[in-house]
């Protein structure tokens, strides 16, 4: 009987789950999906972190880029180890490592203390509310002991902590999707290898979607939550001081990572094909693909080789200005995704939960939507690379008609004694009152007028209720009126313009996004076949050199230049209170601007070089020899009947 018996593996293999490719599309699309919500999570989380640790927009901005270093680095041993490496492995490998990573971006609240802020009320019931008063001895020990904590050991290491755990969690990232795809590509039926594709870029590109409704929902709850009860918590979400819990989103995606990476330990190193009726034809061939690797290079050639094959891509010009239109809206898209929240909290007066939701909830979803229906389009016109010029550049530049009313949607600085518009005298009235330099509470004076503090606004007398949350300051000497103020900011007064803001900003996402897709296959289509996994594994190298590490620090030093008061602790300078609106929104959404015209100007020297090639007849299509272009995933002659009765389609 034993002899009779077919060779395929035995019965227990094809009845488990671990050896079906339809089991790894599914997990791997839960882990992309866990691995991009912690991306997304840390971009929504970004302006919290700021206020909770003193930090710049410039250092947050470097910490938001913090992760492409490593991934950067080491994508380029991905692209040499290819097939030659157990894949589920490191991809599993690679999951754990971000896990431990989240873990790591959640220490330092556990590691600091209380979140301290000026002016509360302390819990023992004395007067720290920063009141009008002559004498302060209690508010300059209480700071005395607020500045002993502040320069503690485990104070000093919050920053470099969170700048490690940004870069593991880009090293963890690595092998994920690379290793996924090629996987996935190697042992699904050739019929079925698109869908699974597609499955999983669809979630990747909610991924991040997620990550801000999540920051959503824990930025809603206050940062010391776990250690105070609710009647303790003096804060609410409107406060320019309030933090919310920014550290809980990384402990469940800490959780969702672990248990998502735990079925890679059981996948095997090669797995059956999907369909056994192509197994004699493809088996074979990705056999030999599996083998071919093996035989070329060893990694120290791959290596000297790597600049090379690197410069000998980038020469074909319409690969290289693509690449740069992309390297210009991937820029952008890194700005906005880490400071529009801030934006919008700041330029609408919205609490930063709200703000991150319509980020996540708004923006990221119609990009979605923009990108699968460019795809849809481009696949159902059969468009050429010439067409897909021609889309790339008219929904880039319709992108720019909708983003330019932005420059005019928002409110100019609202009036802040002091502050803005500048005055020296302006606060003369609350000089006996021995305000601190440190002190930031705002109040809404009865006039309309904005003060730091109740002290600045020469408030003596506070009402509170019976959770002793002021409700109300009153006897105030420098505010007009009837000469009272209540606890927040008055705002900026543009709340109205919300709406219409975000129809614009979601109308940009939604076109321009349409790009993205064209702009893929015209570097597919005008590369050799044999260069492709070459030139995309560079176009993503080149995306993350040249905009994913310097945006959201360029977009961070940009916004720091509109900053009208830097807030101070134990004589430090920490992150910014008061913004110049009206700079803040042309320079933030300016930049936005410069970048859309970057990427408009690239797709239109595309049309101009495909233009001049089809005129002259002369230049071979980029990548190919001979003077041959791509018709049909085919060479052809270039010039020839059947090329110009396709129109160079693929």
């Known amino acids: 009987m034993g002899a009779n018996e077919p060779v395929p593996p035995p019965p227990t293999r094809p009845q488990s789950p671990f050896y079906s490719i339809k089991f790894f599309v599914l997990c791997h699309s839960l882990l992309s999906l866990s691995q991009l919500l912690v991306?997304?999570?840390?971009?929504?989380?970004?302006?919290?972190?700021?206020?909770?640790?003193?930090?710049?927009s410039q250092k947050s901005g470097l910490l938001a880029a913090f992760n492409e270093p490593g991934n950067t680095v080491l994508i380029v041993f991905v692209s040499f180890f290819g097939s030659r490496v157990h894949r589920p492995l490191f991809i599993g490998g690679g999951a754990l490592l971000a896990c431990m990573?989240?873990?790591?971006?959640?220490?330092?609240?556990?590691l600091s203390g209380l979140y301290e802020y000026t002016d509360q009320i302390s819990l023992s019931g004395d007067n720290s509310s920063g009141l009008c008063q002559s004498e302060s001895t209690f508010l300059t020990s209480s700071s005395n002991q607020s500045c002993s904590q502040q320069e503690s050991p485990?104070?000093?290491?919050?920053?470099?902590?969170?700048?490690?755990?940004?870069?593991?969690?880009?090293?963890?990232?690595?092998?994920?999707?690379?290793?996924?795809?090629?996987?996935?590509?190697?042992?699904?039926?050739?019929?079925?290898?698109?869908?699974?594709?597609?499955?999983?870029?669809?979630?990747?590109?909610?991924?991040?979607?997620?990550?801000?409704?999540?920051?959503?929902?824990?930025?809603?709850?206050?940062?010391?939550?776990?250690?105070?009860?609710?009647?303790?918590?003096?804060?609410?979400?409107?406060?320019l001081r309030w933090v919310g819990a920014w550290w809980l989103g990384f402990l469940v995606a800490s959780c969702l990572l672990f248990l998502t990476a735990l079925p890679y330990l059981f996948f095997p190193r090669i797995m059956p094909k999907e369909d056994g009726a192509d197994d004699d034809e493809s088996t074979t061939e990705s056999k030999q693909q599996q083998k071919r690797p093996l035989q070329e290079l060893s990694l120290l050639q791959f290596l000297k080789s790597f600049p090379r094959i690197t410069l000998r891509t980038l020469r074909s010009p319409i690969y290289l200005l693509v690449v740069l239109a992309q390297v210009n809206l991937a820029a952008l898209?890194?700005?906005?995704?880490?400071?529009m929240a801030k934006f919008i909290e700041r330029q609408f007066s919205q609490t930063v939960s709200f703000s991150t939701m319509m980020i996540g909830g708004v923006c990221i979803p119609l990009a979605v939507l923009g990108t699968v229906l460019g795809g849809a389009l481009m696949r159902r016109l059969n468009l050429s690379v010439r067409s897909a010029s021609k889309l790339c550049t008219a929904a880039i530049l319709l992108g720019l008609l909708c983003a330019s009313p932005l420059l005019l949607i928002g409110c100019s600085t609202q009036k802040v004694a002091g502050v803005f518009p500048p005055s020296s005298d302006a606060l003369s009235c609350s000089a006996g009152c021995q305000c601190s330099q440190e002190a930031f509470n705002p109040v809404c004076g009865s006039d309309g007028v904005e003060f730091r503090s109740p002290c600045h606004a020469g408030c003596v007398t506070m009402e509170t209720d019976v959770s002793n949350k002021a409700i109300n300051y009153t006897g105030c000497r420098c505010v007009g009126g009837l000469g009272f103020a209540s606890p927040g900011t008055c705002g900026s007064g543009c709340s109205h313009l919300l709406l219409p803001f975000m129809v614009l900003i979601g109308l940009t996402a939604f076109i321009a996004s349409f790009s993205q897709t064209p702009s893929y296959m015209m570097i597919l289509r005008t590369v050799p076949a044999e260069d492709k996994?070459?030139?995309?594994?560079?176009?993503?190298?080149?995306?993350?050199?040249?905009?994913?590490?310097?945006?959201?620090v360029l977009y961070g030093s940009v916004i720091d230049t509109t900053c009208l008061l830097w807030g101070k602790k134990c004589g430090k300078q920490t992150s910014c209170l008061y913004y110049n609106l009206d700079r803040f929104r042309q320079r933030f959404l300016g930049l936005m601007v410069v970048f859309v015209c970057g990427g408009l100007l690239c797709f239109l020297l595309t049309m101009v070089v495909l233009r001049k090639r089809r005129g002259g007849g002369q230049d071979p299509e980029p990548g190919c020899k001979g003077g041959y272009e791509l018709v049909n995933g085919e060479k052809t002659p270039e010039n020839s009947k059947e090329t110009k009765a396709k129109g160079m389609k693929t």
């Open 39 to 56: 991306s997304g999570y840390m971009k929504s989380s970004i302006s919290t972190i700021e206020r909770r640790y003193g930090l710049s």
């Open 101 to 110: 990573a989240s873990l790591l971006m959640a220490t330092p609240h556990f």
């Open 154 to 239: 485990a104070q000093k290491v919050v920053y470099p902590l969170l700048m490690l755990g940004q870069l593991l969690l880009g090293i963890g990232a690595v092998p994920i999707q690379p290793f996924g795809i090629s996987y996935i590509d190697d042992y699904a039926s050739k019929k079925n290898s698109p869908l699974y594709l597609g499955i999983l870029l669809a979630v990747t590109s909610i991924g991040p979607a997620f990550g801000f409704i999540t920051g959503s929902i824990m930025l809603g709850f206050y940062v010391d939550f776990n250690k105070l009860s609710k009647d303790q918590i003096n804060l609410n979400h409107k406060d």
């Open 333 to 339: 898209l890194a700005g906005l995704a880490t400071f």
């Open 533 to 552: 996994s070459f030139a995309v594994g560079v176009q993503y190298m080149l995306f993350r050199v040249l905009a994913f590490m310097p945006g959201p």
